[in-house]
């Protein structure tokens, strides 16, 4: 009896867990068989899972429109991989991958370089109004990001940053210290106290025990610290759309979503900028695959 | 190689508790203090102040002549053993012991043969290479001291240090701070609410009470000699018994009901007045027939060597060890002589004592 309503258990996980697997991956597996058709055979029904004529044009294409300037009377010369047509914004794509990855970059390294010490002081340190600071970086949090995009306009534009790369900088770490602050202070409380005396008494400095005792031992956190601040930049929309202009400063998201609202639609060229976009969110997970599971449950077990 | 000297010392936290008050004290070079009180009364705050773990809000902690007031942690030159060890759970034995001389310069060689030589003194050697979390809790309360006694400090700190043990380890290990002691020559200044340890180790205790030194003095003095009903309460086991009554014979006996017994002292020309006894529960002899008091056994409480037995003397319960040939039975009547040379006579309202001030 048990034992049946054991491989009943068994057959119901491996079942659920099957469709929870399917609804995560077929977006992205879709994504991936499509870069690889033609307009045609994506909008063939019933849709084809596997490519009958995989081709890798939409990528050449991607990567040959850097040299091309794209008017409406050029738009169908001569790109057979997107059925004759190329968004007017295509040659911006490399470029602004490569913006939306020194955004993102500079911003898990600001990010780091404010939250630890910041953190650590919040955690270790007593100092007067110290309760006060945490809750209110955190109340800075509940204030929606369009209700921010006005004043943060108005700030942008004031100094002189509108359509740079510092305006997104400055903007998302505003977005995201306070997160990193608080994953890190709840992290750091976790450590105990004791450890910090022991090490100054052992005659490290506040910085030399931060830098020598708390930061190894918060590995799993930092590694969250990373992937969040890392994600948020590379993924956000609403704010690069206000403060860039030009394919100067545009990052990834806004040049691929401009495909959508050209003279033409390209469905292939898109999907193939979006598997392009997943790229390096992937390889961070794959680098840092081990930390995530200890690093998303930071503070809840003792380091 | 220091002397510790207190003068006045506050410590008064940012929401305004105060931890400290008005605490002066004097920590002899080489002099093994212990600091005993039960937990609140500031002695832990004392050794963070020494250790320069937490900043004095008032009055001046000197080292020598030299005035430490402002001198951050890390220029300090004392060690510290924590109750949790605190041990580097990313380091290896040998890096958790070798940390404090890294940090302090040491060549490479010189740091190699002082852990060695600690880890030899301490019997850890064949632990350097583990990780702390692969140890016993002696074994890293061994690591915790070693990482302290490589440095050769001037003074050596210790934090409730045995706390986490259990009673079979930290009655050995309490030899082994002893020898320790002994071999390096330092000052240690050793809290802990365990007054057995304090009554061990202890070349002088300092009895601590929310932030206010109490008493200072030997373990004799402390024990035989008690100052206040605070002190005298805090050592001995089974504690100390009170009887509440008053001085008789122009203050030469005391007086409850029935009980009257002679005390060391004559307090002279202070009949009638209100006074507590104290009777330690050691202090009294089932076979003698002089200065007797006389109760029933409430309950009799045998701890293997000895019994402890309940009495009911006058309306107050009062608890004795006492051999454990005597035969004694709950309900029957006793008749215990009170060694009153040792007895403790107080203050009923203010607990201080009327024969030691």
Redesign the interface.
Known sequence: MTRSSGIGRSIFLFLSSTVFLIYLLAPVAWLVSSSLQRDAEITSRPPHWIPHEPTLENFAAIFQAREKKVTYETRRQGDPATGGYIPSTARNLIPSMWNSLVVAVSVVLLNLLVAVPAAYAMAKIRFIGRSTSIYFMLTTRVIPDIALVVPFFLFIRTFGLLDTLGSLVITYLAITVPFSIFILVSYFESLPDELDKAARVDGCSRLQTLARVYVPLAAPALVAVVLFTFLTSWNEFLLALMFTQTGKSQTMPIVVASFASDFTISFAFINAAGVLAVVPPVLMAVIFERYIVSGLTAGAVKG | MATIRFESVGKR??NGFAALENLSLEIADKEFVVLLGPSGCGKSTTL?LI???EDVTAGALWFDRTLMNVV???K?D???V???Y?????KSVYENIA??LR??GFARAEIARRVREAARMLEIEPLLERRPHQLSGGQRQRVALG?ALV?QPAAF?MDEPLSNLDAALRIAMRAEIKKLHQTMRTTFVYVTHDQAEALTLADRIVVMREGVIQQIGTPEEIYDRPKNTFVASFLGNPPINYLEGTLAGDGARFVRGGVSLALPKPLQGQGGRPVKLGIRAEDVDPKATHQVISGRVSSVLPVGSDQYLGVEVEGATLFFRVGRELRAREGENIALSVNTSRVQLFDSSSGASLLWT
Not at chain 2, 86 to 90: D, E, M, R
């Open positions: 936290y940012p963070n250790a320069g773990l951050p942690a890390h300090r004392v060690a510290m924590f109750q949790s605190a041990l580097y759970p990313h940390f404090g940090m302090r990482r440095r700190l």
